[in-house]
């Protein structure tokens, strides 16, 4: 019986995606597993590797992209103890996830609570442990706090939204005028990033209905930003005193709007805010990165995610699927997620037809 998994072999825009049929089943080594992955994850981490720009991963090529995947546990191979055959499993896998079947470490898997839908629960791994991580981990903020998120309608933008409301905060997203909705359906309000300058408007908003520009009062107690570079002073800008903002991508390096250097240049002012916050009014930044947390947090990582997985299986919190598609459509997929401003999440279903 073949299967089928997709395939990058060289760094490029959506085309360098293909599918491939592969001739044999895989069996695990010692302490793997092999997992059938019902739910592939997608987003623009993905996008940003197969353009071969992403730091924590450049190759080797060929390789199967695929950030995130829920799966069962379909063979353990030798010495395998802590999981079982049978089980459901999710993985932070960086790589791999498109795909009908994937040989992954078993002790890096987190068991999935039985019954949840696959393609919400792959939302949790990367989407919403890295929302929940920055707004619990990174920052402490008691309710009724409020949060600005750039790029708040996208899959990490609306975990943080779904969880702000979640966690009793008050956010402010920005996001694109046809997006506008898909933030406000969280609660939060939403600013178009297009009309004007959002660091006015966001003073505007928390100085209260009457005040007109900035006042000691306005800004922000938490900020998230992964555009990057030249973005992070504008967002910081919109810090009150005393506020943080957290960095965690370089979005707009990714996709060429602004090189290496500009992206280098905003990573060194988000440790120089760190360092010396007392310089800026006490607003001070930080920068967060789930792969790098997991490496010196893993007992975190664990608990985080179980704790989603709970908060989902409670039907506490709503991860947006805006797709859920065949891997024949990753193409697609990639050609929509480039475009921008998704609203959510689409998933691939590898055990899907149509
Ligand atoms: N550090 C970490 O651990 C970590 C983990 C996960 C993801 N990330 C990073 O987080 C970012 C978001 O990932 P995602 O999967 O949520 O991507 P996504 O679904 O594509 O969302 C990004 C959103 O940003 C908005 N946007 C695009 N260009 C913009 C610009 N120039 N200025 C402001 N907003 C802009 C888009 O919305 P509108 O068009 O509506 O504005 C889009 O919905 C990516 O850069 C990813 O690499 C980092």
């Known amino acids: 019986m073949t299967w089928q998994s997709i395939r990058i072999s060289r760094f490029g825009g959506p085309e360098v995606l293909e599918l491939v049929e592969q001739p044999t089943i895989p069996a695990p080594g010692p302490g793997e597993v092999r997992i059938k992955v019902l739910a592939a994850g997608t987003g623009f981490t993905d996008s940003f590797i197969r353009r071969g720009r992403y730091p924590d991963f450049k190759g080797k090529l060929p ?8 799966g069962i546990i379909d063979k353990t191979g030798p010495g395998v103890t802590a999981r079982r055959e049978g089980e459901l499993v999710a993985d932070l896998c960086v790589v791999g996830g498109y795909t009908q079947y994937a040989i992954r470490p078993a002790r890096l898997l987190v068991p999935v609570p039985v019954g949840l839908d696959p393609a919400e629960a792959v939302c949790i791994p990367l989407a919403y442990l890295t929302a929940f991580q920055m707004l619990t981990r990174a920052c402490s903020l008691p309710r009724g706090a409020t949060i600005l998120v750039i790029g708040a309608s996208g899959s990490v933008g609306t975990a943080f939204l779904d969880l702000a409301r979640h966690l009793g905060l008050t956010a402010i997203g920005t996001c694109s005028a046809r997006n506008m909705a898909a933030v406000e359906r969280f609660g939060a309000t939403a600013v178009d990033r297009r009309a004007g300058d959002f660091v006015t408007r966001v003073q505007d908003l928390t100085a209260g209905r009457h005040a007109v520009g900035r006042n000691d009062g306005a800004g922000v107690d938490a900020a998230f930003d992964a555009m990057g570079g030249g973005h992070f002073a504008p967002t910081f800008a919109c810090l009150k005193a005393g506020g943080m903002l957290v960095g965690y991508g370089s979005q707009t390096m990714a996709v ?23 310089l800026f009014g006490g607003r001070h930044a930080a920068w967060y990165s789930i792969t790098d947390r997991r ?16 908060l989902l299986r409670d039907g506490a919190i709503h991860p947006v699927v805006i797709d859920r598609l065949p ?8 050609a929509r997620i480039d475009a921008g401003g998704l ?12």
Do not use: C, N, Q
């Open 63 to 70: 390789f199967t992209p695929g950030y995130d995947l829920v």
């Open 256 to 278: 060429g709007g602004e090189g290496l250097l500009s992206a280098g240049l905003g990573l060194a002012r988000l440790k120089l805010w760190g360092a010396v916050p007392w």
């Open 295 to 310: 490496l010196t947090h893993p007992d975190e990582f664990t608990a985080d995610m179980a704790t989603l997985f709970g």
């Open 343 to 354: 609203g959510g999440k689409i998933v691939l279903l590898p055990w899907s037809t149509s």
């Open 327 to 334: 891997l024949a459509a990753a193409r697609e997929v990639h």
